[in-house]
């Protein structure tokens, strides 16, 4: 490592350019116009190319100047080499056509299954090797997101570490769901100790990490302030697998969803209802998008953190 250190401190960039407009030219006049030099400087920096490479690079016959076989291996790979370094020097260019790589989003499925298609579609038309990788489950948020295993996180907005970044999506509200024929289903108002003889389900909306049974919701702190507690029947992250068994039994569940998607589980003879007055929730929770401070400034992070609030845009009147 210490050599090539020491190798390429011997290396001027501007060198590169000009080896590789003399290459092109094979004229050292032309090189020097090119390159808005006199032609003596540009036979000074033939010299420190030769000097470079330990090699004549060129002879001279005429007027023209005839690569040495060297010269002729530099030249098929001096393209490459120097367009890899412009891509690296401009931070500002990215074609989100020819980029190859992976994404990778933690976002809830009830989210997921309206933004992930319509995100697919864009990078099939505007980034087709830009592969999208999604979960529900995060082990650590911040340490994944830190370290790459994720790129963003769709979730409820919460206090986080000065290393995340996060930008406003939209806003859901709070509800507690049960099935039409619920023996609850026709009162306005719901009372809390009524509602704490049903058994819940508790499905893990928009909370990183594994369903565990002593996991502790807001509502579950709340009702501790009152001396009292719930019993769930049923614990998991699977969103259809919580809206059948919802539909075919009398439990209740806590969730929170926009107007339009709560319409669409009415194919579930799903019904919802506000939240007992006596936990005074707040009326809505905000959903940011969430992304550590070592990618805010990618441009590929750039770019598809756009499309998503675009797509969020686009479909905020009927979805979010």
Do not use: C
Not at 168 to 196: G, N, S, T, Y
Not at 236 to 245: G, K, L
Not at 263 to 269: D, E, P
Not at 294 to 300: E, F, G, P, Y
Request: no cysteine; glycine share 2%; aromatic share 6%.
């Amino acid at each position: 490592m210490q050599l090539e250190a020491k190798l390429l401190s011997r290396a001027d960039l501007n060198l590169l350019v000009a080896l590789q407009v003399l290459l092109e030219e094979r004229n050292v006049t032309r090189a020097a116009e090119r390159l808005f030099v006199t032609q003596p400087a540009m036979s000074k920096t033939l010299n420190r190319l030769r000097e470079l490479f330990d090699d004549q690079l060129f002879t001279r016959s005429g007027r023209m100047l005839i690569p040495t076989p060297r010269a002729e291996e530099l030249s098929s790979s001096l393209p490459a080499i120097l367009d890899n370094i412009q891509s690296l020097i401009d931070q500002n260019r990215f074609d989100p056509y020819a980029y190859e790589g992976n994404i990778k989003v933690l976002v809830a499925e009830f989210i997921a299954h309206r933004l992930i298609p319509r995100l697919s579609q864009v990078l099939a038309r505007e980034s087709p090797n830009l592969t999208l990788l999604t979960t529900s489950e995060s082990e650590d948020l911040v340490r994944e997101l830190s370290d790459g295993s994720l790129d963003f996180s769709v979730t409820v907005a919460r206090p986080e570490s000065r290393e995340i970044k996060s930008t406003p999506l939209f806003v859901i509200r709070p509800m507690i769901w049960m099935r039409a024929d619920h023996p609850l289903a026709q009162k306005d108002k719901l009372d809390l100790q009524e509602l704490l003889e049903y058994p819940f389900i508790q499905y893990f909306l928009l909370i990183s990490g594994k369903v565990s049974e002593t996991a502790e919701t807001r509502f579950d702190k709340a009702i501790a302030n009152k001396g009292l507690t719930r019993k769930r029947l049923l614990i998991t992250n699977q969103f259809m697998t919580a809206m059948e068994a919802l539909s075919i039994t009398d439990t209740v569940m806590l969730a929170a969803l926009d107007e339009d998607f709560s319409n669409k589980m009415k194919v579930y003879n799903i019904v919802q209802k506000p939240y007992p007055e006596e936990l005074k929730f707040s009326d809505s929770l905000a959903v940011v998008l969430n992304e550590h401070v070592r990618t805010s400034q990618s441009q590929m992070h750039k770019w598809v953190r756009g499309k998503i609030r675009n797509i969020v845009a686009e479909l905020s009147a009927a979805m979010f």
